[in-house]
């Protein structure tokens, strides 16, 4: 199968499983996650009509900006400080804000090159020591904090369920990071929306889109395995 082929498989797959759980499929934004990949399997999805890419690397995510400035690029990997200059402004929207020490640092690079940077504040629902993500309970207290940064815009919450998690699992985890953005809307912070709610992948996309998903990350059944060396 092409790439082209199974773009139009998973957006069928979003659309079905959207309309099984009464959601709106327009509401439902496929992220297509190339990591790994070269530019010429994301020109392939490209030629497929697919606008939206993920990459987890941030110097990855500059060359391939690099190559295509025109479509949209989100960082859904783990973001270190020394990194943010690569992605901020380049980076449509950031998944994985996860401290107030980054947030700083966003902010910083944010002001210095004139733009306003969309983020999602990563969640640990699951508990992982191996995970990045704030804790459920420091949740609160870094979207005040974000609230006060002129220069970002949070607009909702990212995670990963663990593998290996039977599907009443996954809606456990997903159902989870929800009723977490409910917490947070209803303090009514400035600059804070919680519109947006990344999370599921491959194998877990139908429980997440289930459980509210707004943004599904999906590069296995795209691009095929990657290969690392
Ligand atoms: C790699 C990755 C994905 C895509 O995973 P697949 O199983 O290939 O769909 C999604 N989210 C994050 C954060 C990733 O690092």
Redesign the pocket.
């Known amino acids: 199968m092409s790439i082209g082929e199974n773009i139009k498989n998973v957006r069928n797959n979003i659309d079905i499983c959207a309309e099984r759980t009464g959601r709106k499929k327009s509401d439902i934004t496929l992220i297509a ?1 190339s ?1 790994t990949k070269p530019v010429s399997c994301i020109e392939e999805a490209m030629k497929a009509g697919q606008t939206i890419f ?1 990459e ?1 690397k941030p110097q990855e995510l500059k060359q391939k900006y690099e190559a295509h400035p025109e479509v949209s690029w989100h960082l ?2 783990h973001l270190q400080r020394n990194k943010v200059k690569d992605v901020v402004g380049r980076a449509e929207l950031i998944h994985s804000l996860d401290s107030v020490h980054l947030a700083d640092e966003i902010e910083k690079c944010a002001k210095k090159a004139d733009v306003i940077q969309k983020v999602l504040v990563q969640v640990n629902v699951t508990g992982e020591d191996s995970k990045f993500g704030v804790s459920p309970n420091e949740l609160l207290s870094l979207c005040e904090y974000i609230s006060t940064l002129s220069h970002l815009r949070l607009l909702g919450l990212m995670t ?1 369920s663990q593998k290996g998690m039977s599907n009443e699992e996954n809606k456990a985890v997903f159902s989870t990071l929800k009723r977490l953005a409910e917490e947070i809307e209803s303090k009514n912070l400035n600059n804070v929306s919680m519109k947006e709610l990344s999370m599921g ?3 877990d996309m139908e429980d997440a889109i289930e459980c509210g998903a707004t943004m599904v ?5 795209i691009f095929g395995e990657r290969v690392y060396n």
């Open positions: 996650v990591k993920g987890n859904i990997g990963i992948m491959t194998h990350r999906v590069g296995t059944a």
